[in-house]
């Protein structure tokens, strides 16, 4: 059988680490040139199929994608764009078919999370619903680590580590200015469904007292009593407060708290922001001087202070990905196994697409303490090596010098496609 | 002369890197023996000559002194507390004359910003005022970077770099994103007076088109119909904005934005965070997806990321104040000069107290382009040298080995005083 082209599209929120998988793509496919021909990326996600537009990595310098390594965020684009099921939407997957069709392509490889996955997996049947011979391979990711299966998801790392950074840092700076200054310092974190960034903060406390002293997670329902008595505890003891907080808290009444309260100058409510209600909370009941910080979009493309053990399995994740499509495995993830976790030893596993697809990771209840305030030595015992290990970008006048790619179109060969 | 004690303190708001500072102070005092004794440090800055609080530098462990140089925020506490004129309060200066008295201080070193300046500066005049023989320098620090005299000031190289580090990450974030997602993404930055940090942003942007696209500084008034048009125009020209702003953005009538419509449940207007303010009329007005974060503590704590300069700088600014005080300099701030940009090329002088205490040091308008919308060529040639390289922690697990100091005090000879 000659050689067929491979198709790979990043989707979902990026993270500071898809790259590194990209490259791993990109590279491994390379050696295997009698199986795969070339490696074409969708531009932004999966539209790039459905409107043929495609690029040709083998037009990029070989030191761009060895570049991937090291730069953040999706360097062919992403989407947010979920492929309905085929009963419902059989233009969608007749205009991939058109366009694969087009373009040789045999193998398909999508980067994303659990929604993504569910693509994958409709993706992967096309062979058997629609006559189209398609290999389709997931390649995890997801700062959110909520895929079941694998150990953790790519992206999850480098995530966990900058927050245990920064909370460790600003720990130190309301330490130090607690007696006349800040007492109560609010950490907002992303994670809307799971606790696990929220839980990562807490890795910055390596002894008691040491900050954050306080986490509130999505899967605790917040309670604000308790909460404030904790602050006020936390404030008599050490002088000062940290508090890491999910985007995701919620009410007793199932309500995000982020949209509980505050309105702008119209009245409109505004929408995100947990880390101001928290602290405005704070500062009405307890009187207390306070400061809060969101990260944002600056957690999870922070490839400055990425995790190496998030990098290297990015990498791994990925190369396995073309390996498993070589040997002609259709519907599968590769999926990070735990072996040891001191010392760290992982190996990689094919996950079936029909177990991974529409199915969340939730935080085990006994990874958080019993007062739902902090988390467990299981929990550090799991968190622990997933962020160790450095793995730095180079610089250039003071700044990461990350790459952005040529990206060049492959032409196009058949009509446009209206989304 | 019999070698006589020196008291060293931190003031105001912490940095990454004034524990440099404090690191050279005490490795140098150490270098004159026949002129200064041992090094006692403030507990809690100012607060701790008051209350008598003195912790004795000679106990610390070298390793430790030695690992101030990789840790952030305030290893010894820092405060803020304004010492009044010797007029308005006589009973504090006679109490720290009382304190030096009974620990044979001779030297005072005040690592600080403006208002510390000029603390420093009265203390500079006890000897003459009060005929307590005495030399104090100050040891210039402040995120803000508005010290007169010096080129730059001590921990502000180190924000800058973070921002600007940030800004790049999340912006190729934003722009990966942003065909189906997020267009609009704003990162509120510290500097309520002036605008440096939010000019660092700006170095994100290498070429046409990069983040940031837009700036927000505290020395041009918000119009928000030209800033709604200038993301307007960014989002059609390159598909996305991202914004850096100002904690200190003002409106017309003078009053600051963050604090110009924001209310909670309970109708108290919500203090801090311009970065909801703007994304939230961004979504008003232009109805566009948008993301915000804001930074605070975590971009000046941020020792894991600082600016090699501003670590050099710091270690050799407190060098030299140990320098100038055994040479019977008092009143004096070293501060950094300029020699060139490119090569930076810099060094050190005595500047006055008299002429640091109490000048806040502006942005030049020429700094800002004509719109009022980002950073000129001549910004860009003064900040680049000032985030140039980079002094990375140690880490252990995955995380920075940041020192916590045993801080022994020194049994104390006085009565209590009240604060």
């Known amino acids: 059988m000659p050689a067929r082209n491979a198709f790979y599209a990043q989707s979902g929120g990026v993270t500071a680490v ?3 998988s990209a490259q791993a793509v990109i590279e491994t496919a390379r050696k295997y040139p009698k199986k795969i021909g070339k490696v074409y990326a969708g531009r932004n996600g999966i539209i790039g199929a459905l409107t043929e537009d495609l690029i040709d990595t083998s037009k990029e310098p070989l030191e761009n994608i060895r570049a991937l390594g090291h730069t953040p965020a999706g360097a062919f684009g992403s989407c947010r764009y979920k492929l309905k099921s085929l009963e419902q939407n059989r233009r969608e997957y007749e205009r991939l078919i ?25 993706i992967s049947q096309l062979s058997e619903s629609m006559g189209y011979p398609l290999i389709a391979v997931h390649v995890p990711k997801t700062v959110d680590n909520d ?6 998801s790519p992206g999850f790392g480098s ?11 600003a720990g130190l700076d309301v330490a130090s200015m607690a007696k006349t200054s800040t007492k109560v310092f609010v950490l907002e974190v992303m994670g809307r469904h799971a606790g696990w960034i929220t839980a990562a903060c807490g890795l910055a406390a390596a002894r008691t007292g040491d900050a954050p002293q306080v986490l509130l997670f999505p899967e605790i329902t917040f309670n604000p009593q308790q909460f404030l008595a904790k602050v006020d505890e936390s404030v ?19 309500k995000f708290v982020a949209e509980s309260g505050l309105v702008d100058a119209f009245g409109h409510a505004q929408l995100g922001g947990v880390a101001p209600v928290i602290a405005n909370l704070v500062k009405q009941e307890l009187k207390l001087k306070y400061h809060w910080a969101v990260a944002d979009y600056l957690q999870r493309a922070a490839r400055h202070i990425a995790s190496r053990t998030d990098v290297e399995q990015s990498y791994a994740l990925g190369k396995a990905a073309v ?12 999926a990070v196994r735990r ?7 992982w190996d990689i596993i094919a996950a079936p697409l029909s177990d991974v697809a529409n199915r969340e990771k939730k935080m085990p209840r006994d990874f958080i303490t019993a007062d739902g305030f902090h988390i467990t030595q299981k929990c550090r015992n799991y968190l622990q090596p997933l962020i160790a290990g450095e793995a730095y970008p180079p610089y250039q006048d003071g700044l990461p010098r990350y790459v952005t790619l040529k990206n060049t179109a492959v032409r196009k060969k058949l009509g446009a496609f209206s989304l």
């Open 147 to 152: 895929l079941p299966i694998t150990d953790c």
């Open 236 to 254: 008599r003891k050490f002088g000062y407060c940290a508090v890491g907080v999910s985007e995701g808290l919620q009410n007793a009444d199932g």
């Open 323 to 334: 390996e498993f499509a070589v040997k002609g495995m259709n519907g599968v993830m590769p």
């Open 159 to 169: 995530v966990a580590k900058y927050v245990a950074v920064s909370m460790r840092e």
């Open 339 to 345: 072996l040891s976790s001191k010392p760290y030893k």
């Open 98 to 122: 058109e366009v694969f069709r087009a373009h040789d392509i045999g193998y398909f490889f999508y980067n994303g999370g659990g929604d993504s996955a569910d693509t994958c997996l409709r």
């Open 18 to 20: 898809i790259n590194v």
